[in-house]
């Protein structure tokens, strides 16, 4: 809950208190899911040096148990490379989630990831290739009937009106 409204301070410390139940029964699955939860809270509060850290261990053990579930750790790392301005690694993170989660046929946060992934490009520069990513991802979440296609159209909108104010008139 504290996640989903965004306190992530405190879901910081649901989480290290869950992981040490999760070492002392030794499930190492859960341990990699909340190894990534506390990445994912690091991202948010801006350590993007922990985020990398905690979500490496998480990739790690997910690795060590054959696990292939890490879309959405690549996904939280593209988010720290982004927001400490490494773009190129940040697009290499989604590049690498959205494969998964396209081998998933998981639809939501493939969309998810193309909206993350447009606007690492649009921040980089790509604006053509973000545009590309944003439109695919709202065509994922039309059909999927979901809200957030809403938020992901008002980027495609922002990015066009520059343009459109440079064009002449006539």
Do not use: K
């Amino acid at each position: 809950v504290s996640d989903l409204q965004e306190r992530y301070a405190e879901t910081l410390g649901h989480c290290e208190r869950a992981l040490g139940l999760f070492q002392a029964i030794g499930d190492q699955v859960e341990q990699a899911r909340t190894l990534a939860t506390i990445g994912w809270c690091h991202a948010h509060l801006g350590r993007h040096q922990e985020t990398r850290e905690f979500c490496q261990r998480a990739l790690a053990l997910l690795r060590e148990r054959g696990h292939r579930r890490e879309a959405g750790i690549w996904d939280t790392l593209g988010y720290a490379e982004h927001q400490s301005g490494d773009h190129v690694a940040a697009m290499a993170c989604y590049q690498r989630a959205l494969g998964l989660f396209r081998e998933f046929g998981d639809l939501y946060c493939q969309a998810t990831v193309l909206a993350h992934l447009g606007d690492t490009r649009h921040a980089a520069g790509q604006n053509e290739l973000a545009r590309g990513a944003w439109r695919e991802a709202v065509a994922i979440l039309d059909a999927l009937h979901h809200p957030y296609a809403g938020t992901v159209r008002a980027r495609l909108r922002q990015d066009a009106e520059p343009s459109l104010a440079r064009r002449p008139q006539g």
